[in-house]
Nanobody, 123 residues
């Protein structure tokens, strides 16, 4: 069992930055792909980014490519999502996930989920 806890969300103006963190406890991250999804009110949960266990490969949704960066520190069992040039449409609850399949972009493909952290971008 892997427990995931997100932090770092908040309110920011358009054009600003936030860094989300996802800390794992219980079992380690070892071997797991870690992903970030988000869900805005009234919308489906959507894929944002993912990173392999080694950190050597990353995957991004087109809507965030060039603005968001995913990274991981396995010694700290923590994954980060650096979000720059934020837009009002980035407003959502952001969820950290863990799974075993690379390039999985459906939320059903991930086994473990955090509780989410709210990101609000004002215009």
């Amino acid at each position: 069992q892997v427990q995931l806890v997100e932090s770092g969300g908040g309110l920011v103006q358009a054009g600003g930055s936030l860094r989300l963190s996802c800390a794992a406890s219980g079992r380690t991250f070892k071997g797991y792909v870690i992903g970030w999804f988000r869900q805005a009110p009234g919308k489906e949960r959507e894929f944002v980014a993912a990173i392999t266990w080694s950190g050597s490969s990353t995957d991004y949704a087109d809507s965030v490519k060039g603005r968001f960066t995913i990274s991981r520190d396995n010694a700290k069992n923590t994954v980060y999502l650096q979000m720059n040039s934020l837009k009002p449409e980035d407003t959502a609850v952001y969820y950290c996930t863990a799974g075993l399949r690379w390039l999985a972009r459906l939320w059903e493909e991930y086994a473990y989920w955090g509780q989410g952290t709210q990101v609000t971008v004002s215009s």
